[in-house]
């Protein structure tokens, strides 16, 4: 979401946008971005019962289903205006009240998402905190951070924008820099989980679609996309191609260098702890008992954090402002930003450790508008236009194919909130 208003926000101040052909590699750039963020943090501990290889398998399923999930919307919607917002394509071809459903799990996710991303500011600063010989509770740092979030949207999306650039350049560098240093520590008996008491990985197998799905969310962009580089579905293939590759090349390193440092066993005790943020941190940082991987995990923690709640809450924020019809003055924003923010700082000053059950649950909606609306837009858009422009590969089955993994992912989800399946912990 935070791509999808610094894209319409250059498409409006450059008006010759589409004239200069923008690049490629920028668009992906885009899409790696939003798909990469605090979300990544959750990614080892729900899947640490199906450990690494099991793990780069499901990576790969999601990454397929959703890359071409984000296609299928990019076939419906070159059968529109250029600005045409996910919601007209979805309320045209789909009807209101399947928009209404749409809409509603749109903004559950936004706000769920909201409240994570302040649970894990939260644990980051606290972390933080005590690294500097201070003392910050959970409650108090996510309070802190969301006040200065809800400051800066409500100044101005231009001011997120710059914002968001500044802090998504250091988590590139604080990224590289970190991960340098973890490749070094990878064992490989530790991958391998060679000579553990438990080898028993298939069980825990539907417990992390969800999770993976919502690590993989850019579909909110795909329209911004082709009003920024117009009706030309081959150089936006290219960028959700690219950016989905760059995005799933970085959770492959973030997984190996966990897994192939953290005994299986120990993310046990990461879990029965909340599984947040500062608690892999603390983990990592006591089993390498380096000053320097723990400042660079500290440093990228932040960045991801704050990267990752910047573009939400921006992306909630317009998307309220539009259905509340406020304006776009300073009391009207206020408004907004009070709508917007209010609610999940309640929950996390109620909840502050709820990042990974915040997930979890945002996965389970995100799997009706990110995978299961987009296949049912595709095959209403084949009935009505033939889709002349641009036909996603594979015909019906691959339409299938994506309904029966969304399918697949609430059901897993709705089992896994049942406690009906299989825990690592």
Known sequence: MRATSMISTASAAHPAALEKSPS??????????TIVGAGMFSLPVMMSGLWFYGSLVVLLLSWFCTLHSGLMILEANLNYRLG????????????????????????????????????????VISHTTRQLGLEVSTRSGGLIFALIVAFIVWLSTAAVSRITTLVFGAKVLAFFLTFGGLLGHVQPAVLSNAGATDSHYLPYLLMTLPFCLTSFGFHGNVPSLMKHYGKAPQRIRSCLLIGTLIALGLYVIWMLCTMGTLPREQFKDIARQGGSIDVLINALSTLLNSARV?????????FAVACSFLGVTLGLFDYLADVLKFD?????????AAVTFVPPMACGLLWPEGFIHAIGFAGLAATLWAVITPALLAH????????????????????????????????SHVLFTLGLLPVWQ
Request: hydrophobic residues 50%; positive net charge.
């Open 24 to 33: 490629v590699l920028g668009g992906a750039m885009i899409i790696g971005g």
């Open 294 to 302: 723990d400042l660079l995990l500290t440093l990228f923690s932040n």
């Open 380 to 411: 209403a858009s084949r009935k009505r236009f033939g889709s002349p422009l641009y036909r996603v590969w594979g015909g019906t089955p691959m339409i299938v194919v994506i309904l029966m993994f969304g399918l697949l992912n609430a059901v």
């Open 328 to 336: 776009d003055s300073p009391l009207g924003r206020l408004k907004t």
């Open 84 to 123: 045409a917002s996910f919601s007209t394509i979805t309320r045209d071809l789909l009807g209101q009240r399947w928009n209404c459903v749409n809409g509603l799990s749109i903004v559950f996710v936004l706000y769920i998402l909201t409240y994570a991303y302040i649970s894990a500011s939260g644990s």
